[in-house]
């Protein structure tokens, strides 16, 4: 692949609450490497669970889903083989299910400073494998200020709400797409990839955009 060719663009829906969405960005992660060509990744938000309460009861969200602890027990060792095989952390038992329209608006506010991917990368690993609160203003300003952005501006965008339309904008266009879940991938706005593709299958999605 010549280097003066044009980069591909990767349009990527993701929740930052989706355990999946976290498996698939490890493994993006590893074809963007592989790939000899220049990528642009275009992120963009999505939420699973919008009417979900900031705070809620752990314990009780798990009852409510009325899945049996065995079977339940069962998927989360699956999910820790399947994190670890990727490198990620993932610790089940310390995450606090919240809303994420905060986390998703803040998303934004790193993104109109060149910051989206890292901070991305640091709300799945403070979700997943650290326990933190990422529904609480608190919790996502301390968040932000590791990644490198000021506290003072990112309380100031969340606190004005100027991103609350670029979120809805989002998941406007992922719904008119086809998305009912994610993550969701547009591939060079033709090809869409749905769920967490392995490294291979993003590799040839690439190739066939490029001699599209």
């Known amino acids: ?22 498996i698939s960005s490890a493994r993006l992660r590893a074809a963007i490497a592989r790939y000899r060509g ?22 009780a969200h798990i009852r409510s889903h009325k899945v049996d602890p065995a079977r339940m027990q069962q998927t989360m060792n699956q999910l820790r083989q399947l994190t670890a095989q ?20 803040l998303l934004h506010h790193a993104g109109a400073l060149g910051k989206r991917a890292d901070l991305t990368q640091r709300l799945f690993e403070a979700y997943f494998a650290e326990g933190r609160h990422i529904g609480h203003v608190d919790e996502l300003l301390a968040i932000a ?12 965008a ?37 769920g967490a ?6 590799l040839a999605a690439f190739d066939q955009a490029t001699h599209r």
């Open 145 to 156: 200020e590791e990644t490198g952005l000021d506290r003072n501006d990112a309380a100031t």
């Open 38 to 59: 220049p990528v642009d990744v275009v992120y963009h938000s999505f939420q699973l669970t919008p009417d979900a309460p900031v705070d809620i009861d752990r314990d």
């Open 1 to 22: 692949m010549s280097s003066t060719a044009a980069p591909i663009r990767i349009d990527v829906w993701s929740d930052v609450q989706c355990i999946w969405c976290y």
């Open 197 to 202: 593709q392995p490294v291979e299958q993003f």
């Open 86 to 105: 990727e490198g990620l952390s993932y610790d089940p038992d310390r995450t606090q299910p919240t809303n994420s329209r905060q986390a998703l608006q």
């Open 158 to 194: 969340l606190t004005d709400q100027r991103h609350a339309g670029a979120v809805d904008s989002d998941i406007r266009q992922a719904q008119q797409l086809g998305a009912r879940g994610v993550p969701f991938y547009v591939i060079n706005n033709a090809y869409g990839l749905s």
